[in-house]
């Protein structure tokens, strides 16, 4: 994988339930992103043997819950919660069960509501499994203010 820095973590309040990034969620991926140097964000993950979809791949579906939140994060630390409108998903090589990844993803493009996003899945050899591009929309300042806390923390700040 890449060698480069990693900043602080973005999802450092995560005692909810979200399925990608959520403590609380018994089945859940509980990714941890970080601020990258090229003000994007990470994470390495290594799926388990339940995330299978045919034998030793990675579901596609996880795959692409995974490029999904990372594109979030990736929004979310700007300091504004957006939820996903639009998505595509590139399917490169297996991801092998039980064999470390990294996810990076960035904002392209932010047209003030509407936000553009890129992600990418790699192997430990830096090769891309999988990429995405998405398509995120803010959500209202009274939706941002009821999630603020649980999502960011009692500073309301995103990490």
């Known amino acids: 994988m890449a060698d ?12 909810h339930g979200c ?5 609380l ?14 003000g994007g964000v990470r994470t390495r993950f290594v799926p388990r043997v ?6 030793h791949m990675t579901h596609g579906g996880i795959i692409s819950t995974i490029l999904d939140e990372a594109m979030s994060w990736a929004v979310v630390s700007s300091g504004r919660l957006a ?11 297996p991801v092998v069960v039980e064999e470390p990844i990294e996810v990076t993803a960035r904002v392209t493009r932010d047209r ?9 899945m790699r192997d430990e050899s ?5 990429s995405a591009t998405g398509s ?11 999630w603020r806390e649980l999502y960011f923390g009692k500073d309301g700040e995103s990490g």
């Open 19 to 23: 399925f990608g990034c959520g403590e």
């Open 50 to 55: 339940e995330h299978e979809g045919y034998q």
């Open 126 to 130: 830096g090769e891309v499994l999988a």
């Open 25 to 38: 969620n018994s089945i859940g991926l509980k990714l941890k992103f970080y601020r990258d140097r090229d």
């Open 83 to 93: 939820v996903t409108a639009k998505m595509e998903v590139r399917f490169r090589r």
């Open 136 to 146: 995120f929309m803010r959500v209202s300042d009274d939706q941002q203010e009821a």
């Open 112 to 120: 003030g509501r509407t936000i553009q996003t890129a992600a990418e």
């Open 4 to 15: 480069s820095a990693v900043g602080e973590r973005v999802n450092r309040v995560s005692e």
